[in-house]
């Protein structure tokens, strides 16, 4: 049995909050933070980042090139 | 001794455009000069040079191509006459904004609006003091025979890439559609991609690993660098004053008073200073050959020893405001000129120059 | 072991590693911060076109054209050889390129009021000549960058600042298909209306801006993409809303999907 797992990093301090990362996640694992970044914008983050499958539909909609996917295939007997 | 042949003017630019191994022609029809494009039709350069030849859809098109092809470096051109020019200012404006080097002929006609097909010197202000927006300036040259329209095709562009600046050959409808024997200069090559990447480094040419990117824009968002930028062309057209002013003298030395002309003016003037001499008058000749920048000091230097001047133009009277500028009243200066395609004889400006300079108050 | 569940052994710091990277921003991109409005799809149109590039690899022989617009800035954000040029004006500084360089590759990036309404005749007769160039052409039905007036593809009773009541088309014309219309000339080869608002269609934009470079790469003329995008700021609307109204407002009229291909007008 293997379960792929996946994480995002967001270049915080260049998002600019619009939120179309977290509106196009399948998994619910993105929101907006309530701080806020240098420039003023409620950054993304992973909020559920166990659920994340590293599909890479929040960095293929992000306008701005801010996201980074990872994704590994991890199988029981790690 | 050069190739010699019996060319119109227009046709004379064509064929030593093919010769300066320019890259791309890029034009749009307008009398007089139509047979530029027609000649280049007719002479396929691409089999002979590789040079392209494109008619476009407007002068609008025509001049931004230039504008493409010449920031990547090649030698482009276009020509046009008067209300082509006058659509072109808008990217003669950008062309001197981005210093793409690249040629541009204006056989002048007489305006404003359509006007007249026949010939005019009415667009010095437009070639000298802008005609589009901004702080800019245009390398001019004046021709004043068929053989200069051949010889100021290879000058311009060599002044358009020493300084990377847009150059304005300004005829008019008598040097294009006259006919003259004419020295071609022999055959240049066009220079390859490789020797353009190596020459002009500025050039988008396609961005290798080993250099940044290459942008060839007329934008600055923030005042102190468009300020910077602007100091810098200023910088450059100080050292293109400095070291390009062009003009010749023809009798000058004792010189009593002076005719100041260009172009078919100068032409023309040339026959009444030969005129006024058999006369007895002491009469010279300056002709500016770069419009701009204007050869002003040699003529305050000449206003110190003449008694007047009188500026021949094919206008109501426009080069004269920069002889005015060089002369600071130190002598008369007066204008005459014909109107709406009206060419001047050499008596009249004969007459012109005894009543209003040497007879006048 | 069998009870070990795999969400306690594996932790992020194990997944963030180079060798599971799966996504990275395109080197053709440069670090500066994009200009355009949060949310707004000019960034992944930006991007896409900049991976095609690489993915292709012909980043060092392309030169892009951008205009005045908001995608003046482009030469900020591409890490190529960039040319500016005077509003509508790119398709002709892109023929006068291109002419001259037949085997380099050049683009041209245009929004809406750029190239269907000022730079109207630059884009007919580029795509009428069959130049050897790519056209992207990203509509928003608005002029974004001078700050959100009536755009020759601003849709019927769509409000502007300059349309403040809504577009009268008695009075101020209909939207304009500029798409349709260069469909119609012999010179252009590829023509679809694509968008970047969700994955699914930005992977859909990106393969048809990949087949644009091939038909230039094929020399085959003319490749015109629309990207029917979002302008969150000018609609006044958030990002998230503005992508839900492109797609019930502005897809009815602006139909996604390819117009024409191999120079055959597709029947739809």
Known sequence: MAKVRGAIVVAVEKCKGCGLCANSCPADVIKLEKKVNAKGYNYAYMFNPEACTGCTNCATVCPDSVITVYRLKATKNN | MGELRLMKGNEAIAEAAIRSGVDAYYGYPITPQSEILEYLMSEEPYKRT??????????????????????????????????????????????????IPCLIVNVVRGGPGLGTIQPSQSDYFQTTKGGGHGDYRLIALAPASVQEMSDFVKLGFELAFKYRNPVML???????????????????????????????????????????????????????KQEEFNLHLQRKYKEVTENETRYELVNC????????????????????????????????????????????????????????????????????????????????????????????????????????????K | MEDVKIEDVIKIEDIIKQENLVFSKTKNLTDKTMSFCPGCGHGVAHRITMEVLEEMGISEDTIGIAPVGCSVLAYEFMNIDMQQAAHGRAPAVATGLKRVYPDKYVFTYQGDGDLAAIGTGETIHACNRGENIVIIFVNNGIYGMTGGQMAPTTLAGMKTSTSPYGRDVETMGAPLKITEVVALLPGTCYVTRQSVHTPGNVRKAKKAIRKAFENQKAKKGLSFIEIVSNCNSGWKMTPVDSNKWMEENMFPFYPLGDIKDEFKLLQK
């Open chain 2, 253 to 360: 030395e004792d010189a009593e008073y002076l005719l100041v002309a260009y172009g078919s003016s100068a032409r023309i003037s040339l026959k009444t200073v030969q005129l006024a001499r058999e006369k007895g008058l002491k009469v010279g000749l300056v002709r500016p050959i770069t419009l701009w920048p204007f050869p002003s000091k040699i003529i305050s230097e000449l206003a110190d020893k003449v008694k007047g001047m009188l500026c021949v133009e094919m206008s109501a009277g426009q080069m004269i405001e920069d002889v005015i500028l060089a002369t600071l009243g130190k002598t008369k200066v007066l204008h005459y000129g014909r109107l709406g395609g009206v060419i001047p004889s050499p008596d009249e400006v004969l007459v012109a120059l005894e009543t209003q300079i040497i007879g006048g």
């Open chain 2, 50 to 99: 590789g040079m392209v030849v494109l008619q476009a859809e407007s002068e609008i098109a025509s001049v931004n191509m230039v504008y493409g092809a010449g920031a990547g470096g090649k030698k482009a051109m276009t020509t046009s006459s008067s209300p082509g020019i006058s659509l072109m200012q808008e990217g003669l404006s950008y062309i001197a904004g981005a210093e």
């Open chain 2, 170 to 224: 300004q005829a008019d409808g008598v040097i294009g559609q006259m006919m003259e024997k004419v020295e071609l200069f022999d055959q240049m090559p066009r220079l390859t991609d490789q020797e353009i990447i190596a020459k002009y480094p500025w050039a988008t040419t396609g961005k290798p690993k080993s250099r940044e990117r290459n942008i060839i824009t007329s934008l600055d968002l923030e005042a102190l």
